[in-house]
C-alpha cells in the first residue's frame, strides 16, 4: 500500500480527532495532545501531520511533537502566526479537529555507529528537535542539546530536554536566561573544547540552521537540518515544497523533511519562503481590522 493511500484510509477510519490536553508554553506557543491512534502506532521522530481545523480551514503542516502507541495520542507544539494556528489554538478540551493526516514524511535516519549528538533547536523549533533528543536518548546514545531563544519568556520544554539528554545548554539572544549568546557559539565552543560529535540535528528558524551548517562543516561533522518550506498537500502532488539540496530538486513532505544540511541552498529557499509575505501582513492587518 502506498504511503498517500495509508493516509487517505486513516482520515476515513477517523472522522475526527479530540483534544485530551491542552497547556498554553507562552503568550504564542500551545501544546496539545490528541487523540489519534492509527497515527501514533506509526509515527515516527521526524515525521509530520497536516491538519484542518473545520471544512473552512487550509491545510497546515505540523511535526509530531511526542506520541504514545499503547495509549494512542500524538502531541503537536504550535506557535500563533496565523489565522488556522490562532483557531487551532482557541480549542479546548474535547474540542476536535476535523482533519488530522499521517504521519507523513521520511523517519529521521540515525546510523547504527553514532554514539554522540548534539541537537539544537531555536525557538519554537525546539518542538521538532525534542522527539530527536528524546529518541537518540532512549537509545542509549550520548545527547547534547543546544536550545536558543530571543527571551526568557520564551522559553518552553526546558524540563522535557533535561529527562532527555546528557547535557542541556539554554542560551537566550538577550542573556535574560542561561547561555548569553546563540546557539552557533555554544555548538563552536563545544567543539572547541575537544567534543567529538558524530552528528548534529538542527531546527529551527533558516538562517540559524544555515549558520550551524557553517559552523560544522569544517570539521566534515554530518550535519541533518528539518526543512519548513511552504507546503499544500504534504504527499508529493503539488510541487509546492521543493527545495534545491545538493544541486537537485527535493520535496519536503516526500523526500524530507530531513535533508544532509550541507548540501541545503539555505538562500533559495528563504527566498520562497518570503514569497507571500506581503499577502501575509496584509491578511493579518484585515483580521486586526475586523476585530
Not at 473552512?56 to 511526542?66: C, K
Not at 550551524?212 to 554530518?222: A, D, F, H, L, S
Amino acid at each position: 500500500m502506498s504511503a498517500a493511500a495509508e493516509v487517505i484510509i486513516l482520515r476515513e477510519v477517523n472522522t475526527v480527532f479530540p483534544i485530551i490536553e491542552k497547556t498554553v508554553l507562552n503568550q504564542d506557543v500551545v501544546k496539545i495532545k490528541v487523540s489519534a491512534p492509527l497515527i501514533a502506532k506509526k509515527a515516527l521522530p521526524g515525521q509530520f501531520i497536516i491538519f484542518r481545523v473545520d471544512e473552512y480551514g487550509e491545510r497546515v503542516p505540523l511535526t509530531i511533537a511526542d506520541y504514545d502507541r499503547e495509549e494512542g495520542w500524538i502531541v503537536l507544539i504550535f506557535q500563533t502566526v496565523g489565522g488556522s494556528t490562532k483557531r487551532l489554538a482557541a480549542l479546548n478540551v474535547g474540542d476536535s479537529i476535523l482533519d488530522l493526516v499521517g504521519p507523513l514524511g521520511v523517519a529521521t535516519e540515525i546510523p547504527e555507529d553514532v554514539k554522540s549528538v548534539c541537537v539544537i533547536g531555536g525557538g519554537v523549533g525546539c518542538a521538532i528537535a525534542y522527539p530527536q533528543a528524546k529518541h537518540l536518548f532512549n537509545k542509549g546514545i550520548e545527547v547534547d542539546v543546544i536550545a536558543g531563544f530571543r527571551n526568557k519568556d520564551i522559553v518552553i520544554l526546558e524540563d522535557e530536554f533535561k529527562a532527555a539528554s546528557t547535557n542541556l545548554y539554554v542560551c537566550t539572544d538577550d542573556g535574560s536566561y542561561g547561555i548569553h549568546g546563540l546557539v552557533t557559539a555554544v555548538l563552536q565552543e563545544r567543539i572547541d573544547s575537544g567534543k567529538k560529535y558524530d552528528m548534529v540535528i538542527a531546527i529551527g528558524p533558516i538562517p540559524m540552521m544555515k549558520f550551524v551548517c557553517r559552523t560544522t562543516e569544517p570539521y566534515n561533522i554530518k550535519t541533518i537540518v528539518s526543512l519548513n518550506p511552504i507546503m499544500i498537500d504534504g504527499t508529493g502532488m503539488c510541487g509546492g515544497c521543493r527545495v534545491t539540496v545538493g544541486g537537485e530538486l527535493k520535496y519536503a513532505c516526500v523526500d524530507g523533511p530531513d535533508f544532509d544540511g550541507h548540501k541545503v541552498d539555505f538562500d533559495e529557499l528563504m527566498r520562497r519562503n518570503g514569497t507571500y509575505r506581503t499577502q501575509e501582513h496584509d491578511c493579518r492587518l484585515m483580521k486586526q481590522a475586523e476585530k
